[in-house]
């Protein structure tokens, strides 16, 4: 409901419920237990979702009075009725939450802000709190997943990554697709995945909805948003290492997920602490990059075209992306050419070789790593940062805080591309060249004049790839979030919500 009429979108109803005549007790969570009992009533409340400042969504209430309580039930059942027919809205969800993620406070969020919400909604949730790593996508190659209207990661990036991978790993399974051919068209899980926010970036949850906040995202997920999202596919070898869906960065990105996992007791800090640390240090790494630009895309990294809901670029590239049913016998489009129209390759000491699959708009950069990445529009933006005095990568660093043009340097170059590779220059370690060992805390004798580590890590939303030599492939659309893209708080979108998923 907009502010400034009375007229309720069904579209963004939560819920009708009967409200007794004498206000009864609320419970906690301001819920009072007599409007969740049908009875013969004379008033009925429309639970909706009411739109605040900064793209925050809280429900909202209004109730009205009839005469007859017969007509009263009527509304109720009609209204009812109404919503049960929006195909989009979940009925049943399966929900993981890790209760060990950012601040360790994803069991208290839950319960606290969004089991109320999802009852009142007359969701039925099957919640498991995970009891170790890896443990919800363990458990996703084994559940029955039928009667299910989607899953629910409570947590960070790191989590939804978990659930991410479990879910496309077993829906390649089940189509009988192999996983770790590079070529393969991937096909697409039918399962929305939702996301609270409970980890210390929540970088897709951001990049998604617009907020970090548990109520907003579970009220996104009660209506039954649906919103495509890209995900790479990171192989080595004809082996998959991990899919991946928003930040992939190495070197300077890496040896902070790196340093940082070894510091999880100090929660979202921990990223501050090891940022600082391997600022100071600074390290770089000799490789080549090979990329296959998105040639024709009409879109660049460095145009002022955002990605908001409803956005065009997204849904023409959906359309040129349609899933073509999956034929074993098929040979893939390998495009393999180098040189214009093809494959490009640079090769240099870097500080960071990043990619953007989506801005990776957080808390910490609102604009994003990549302003002008998109969520649904098959690319990633590949940002190589080229060796350069710490004062200088240190202005890079600090234009993320801002608006400013973050790639308006001559040590950087961003391409909007398809597919890339990464192969690392092995530097023959010299007797007087020995890797320092961080985690022994050994510091040996550095080659200061090159300051050159073997190898970095790829910090993969927010896990880590151990294998500096990777292929990455970027499957457009390949899965579906309960989100509906960054909203524009001005006018309305220029498409109905909900087209993409059709
Ligand atoms: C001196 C000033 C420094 C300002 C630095 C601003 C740059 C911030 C860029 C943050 C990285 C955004 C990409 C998001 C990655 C997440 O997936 C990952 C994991 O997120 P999670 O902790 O699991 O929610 N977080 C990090 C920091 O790698
Ligand atoms: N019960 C658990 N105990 C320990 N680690 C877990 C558990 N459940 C999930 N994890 C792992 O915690 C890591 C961080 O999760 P995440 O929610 O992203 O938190 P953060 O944003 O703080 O990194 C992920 O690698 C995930 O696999
Ligand atoms: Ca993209």
């Known amino acids: 409901m907009s502010s400034d009429s009375n007229v309720l979108d069904l579209s963004e109803v939560i819920a009708v419920t009967p409200v007794e005549k004498h206000g009864g007790q609320r419970n906690k969570d301001g819920f009072s237990d007599i409007e969740l009992t049908p009875i013969s009533c004379s008033r009925f409340a429309v639970h909706y979702v009411e739109k605040k400042r900064g ?9 009205f009075k009839c005469q007859d309580p017969t007509v009263c039930r009527e509304w109720i059942d009609r209204l009812q009725e109404r919503l049960n027919q929006e195909y989009l809205r979940p009925r049943r969800l ?65 989590m939804f990554s978990e659930i991410l991978n479990g879910l496309i790993v077993r829906t390649q399974q089940e189509a009988g697709v192999d996983k770790d051919w590079l070529a393969a068209e991937l096909v697409r899980p039918h399962l929305r995945i939702g996301i609270i926010p409970a980890g210390s970036t929540d970088a897709v949850s951001y990049a998604t909805v617009g907020v970090n906040d548990p109520v907003t995202s579970a009220l996104h997920i009660i209506i039954g948003d649906c919103q495509p999202l890209d995900v790479s596919s990171v192989h ?50 000799e490789g080549e990059v090979a990329f296959l630009p998105c040639a024709d895309q009409g879109s660049s990294p460095y145009d002022q075209i955002r990605c908001t809901e409803g956005c065009l670029v997204c849904k023409q590239a959906g359309e040129k992306n349609k899933p073509t049913p999956f034929n074993p016998s098929e040979e893939p489009r390998a495009v393999e050419t180098f040189g214009p129209g093809g494959w490009q390759r640079v090769r240099g000491r870097f ?86 060992d961080e985690e022994a805390g050994v510091l040996s004798r550095r080659n200061r004049r090159r300051n050159t580590r073997r190898n970095s890590v790829w910090n993969c939303d927010g896990e880590i790839i151990d294998q500096p030599a990777v292929d990455v492939k970027v499957h457009c659309q390949l ?24």
């Open 236 to 285: 080595y070898r004809s082996q998959l290492l991990r899919y991946n869906v928003s930040f992939l960065g190495y070197g300077f990105y890496g040896d902070v997920v790196r340093d940082s996992d070894l510091r999880r007791w100090m929660g979202p800090t921990r990223y501050d602490y090891s940022g600082f640390k391997k600022f100071c240090r600074r390290k770089i790494y």
């Open 94 to 158: 399966l929900v993981f939450v890790n209760p060990f993620g950012g601040k360790k406070r994803g069991v208290q969020i839950y319960q606290q802000k969004v089991a109320p919400l999802f009852d009142l909604a007359r969701i039925k949730a099957d919640v498991i709190v995970t009891e170790r790593a890896g443990h919800a996508q363990d458990l996703l190659q084994e559940l029955e997943l039928n009667k299910l209207d989607g899953i629910v990661c409570v947590g960070g990036d790191g």
């Open 55 to 63: 793209r925050v969504w809280r429900p909202g209430r209004v109730t």
């Open 479 to 502: 899965i579906k979030l309960f989100a509906r893209g960054i909203e524009e708080t001005k006018q309305s979108s220029c498409w109905p919500v909900g087209c993409f998923c059709a």
């Open 351 to 436: 500080i960071a070789i990043n990619a953007a699959t989506n801005s990776c708009a957080c808390k910490k950069t609102p604009k994003g790593v990549s302003p002008a990445a998109h969520l649904a529009d098959g690319c990633t933006d590949l940002i190589l940062i080229h060796a350069t005095p710490r004062y200088r990568f240190l202005g890079h660093l600090l234009k993320h805080l801002t608006d400013s043009d973050r790639f308006n340097h001559s040590f950087i170059e961003v391409y909007r591309v398809r597919e890339f590779k990464f192969r690392p220059v092995i530097i023959e370690e010299t007797e007087d060249e020995q890797v320092e």
